[in-house]
């Protein structure tokens, strides 16, 4: 069966810190998708990055940075230069081919302090 | 702008009652909808998948005659809380993709449904 795993139940760091969210799943399908969520304490669901398994490019938008790599089933999430509003719940997922069913991880609770 | 409106965004009911919460897709067609459950400090989980036309499908262990879906149109999608118990109070969200099976578009979620069942 698929399996997010995200160890870091917590994580608080000063701002301007850089931090580095892991996530490590597991699956038997060649074909899937692989998800990073923010969910602030408003607790809605920010979509923030989709790859699919084929594509093992890391990717940078801003102070934010992903790194997927296959071999160990790992899609960690880096944010540079940490502010205060990236506090939030961050949630890795994993999706099948069409990508709408989601399994997610259990979150990593991450707080910048200022 | 949000493409998924989830209505209400906070239920307060008394246990015995039912609550419906609403989750529609804008501006595009979703024939499939995703219903999760978050308790407090905890994982989003799959409750089911909401069909249009055809029954939901629910995940082990969720009680279908408990939590009523009807997917009655392309942008609409309701899920019933029946006969509600303290222990159903979480956050409900759902999801829709953009177009299904699309391989180029990510799912969205509602704003999510807190209820407290009192």
């Known amino acids: 069966a698929q399996k997010v795993t995200q160890a870091q139940t917590e994580i608080s760091v000063v701002e301007k810190e850089d931090v580095t969210l892991d996530c490590v799943y597991e699956t038997r399908d060649t074909t899937y998708y692989l998800f990073w969520y923010k969910q602030p304490p408003s607790g809605e669901l920010v979509f923030l990055i989709r790859r699919n398994s084929f594509d093992e490019q890391n990717e940078i938008s801003g102070r934010y940075s992903w790194n997927f790599q296959k071999s160990t089933s790992s899609f960690n999430f880096t944010i540079t230069a940490s502010q205060v509003v990236d506090s939030a719940v961050y949630f890795c997922?994993?999706?099948?081919?069409?990508?709408?069913?989601?399994?997610f991880g259990q979150g990593t609770r991450l707080t910048i302090n200022p | 702008g949000a493409v998924v409106s989830q209505h209400p965004s906070w239920v307060i009911c008394k246990s015995g009652t039912s609550v419906k919460i609403e989750c529609r897709s804008l501006d595009f067609q979703a024939t499939t909808m995703f219903w999760y459950r978050q308790f407090p400090k905890q994982s989003l989980m799959l409750m089911a998948t909401?069909?249009?036309?055809?029954?939901?499908?629910?995940e082990q262990g969720v009680e279908k005659d408990k939590f009523l879906i009807n997917h009655a149109s392309l942008t609409l999608s309701t899920l019933t809380v029946t006969s509600a118990h303290p222990e159903d109070s979480s956050f409900y969200i759902c999801s829709a993709a953009l177009g299904q099976g699309s391989n180029n578009s990510p799912l969205h979620f509602g704003n999510g449904t807190r209820l407290t069942v009192t």
């Open positions: 997922a994993w999706g099948i081919q069409g990508a709408q069913k989601l399994v």
């Open positions: 909401s069909n249009e036309g055809s029954k939901a499908t629910y």
